[in-house]
């Protein structure tokens, strides 16, 4: 059964960092395109950035260039470094599977599995 666990979140000020670590467990993550979505408050789902095992790379236009997927595979982890953050980057947060990753310019498909959720709020 796949597990994912997500992590790092919380409150940050705006124009501020955070770093968000994804676990998994009970699968390699390097055979899987693990991809981020977030979820706010009567919004709907919104994918983010994902990476294959071959290291491609997608990120949708709102957080190009100020967000950085990035995967370790001997720590079986997916990391979403978060920069220059932005109150309408208020949202839970969820790491997933997915079928594969979209070219530049696409949007992405369903998730597959998903963890928790963790909460990121852009305040100041």
């Known amino acids: 059964q796949v597990e994912l666990q997500e992590s790092g979140g919380g409150l940050v000020r705006p124009g501020g960092s955070l770093r968000l670590p994804c676990a998994a467990s009970?699968?390699?993550?390097?055979?899987?395109?693990i991809g981020w979505f977030r979820q706010a408050p009567g919004k709907e789902r919104e994918g983010l950035s994902c990476?294959?095992?071959?290291?491609?790379?997608y990120y949708a236009d709102t957080v190009k260039g100020r967000f950085t997927i990035s995967r370790n595979n001997r720590k079986n982890t997916v990391y979403l470094q978060m920069d220059i953050v932005e109150p309408q980057d208020t949202a839970v947060y969820y790491c997933?599977?997915?079928?594969?990753?979209?070219?530049?310019?696409?949007?992405?498909?369903?998730?597959?599995?998903w963890g928790q959720g963790t909460q990121v709020t852009v305040s100041s």
């Open positions: 997933a599977t997915y079928v594969g990753c979209p070219q530049a310019g696409g949007t992405m498909g369903p998730p597959q599995y």
């Open positions: 990476i294959t095992g071959r290291e491609i790379i």
């Open positions: 009970r699968f390699a993550l390097d055979y899987y395109a």
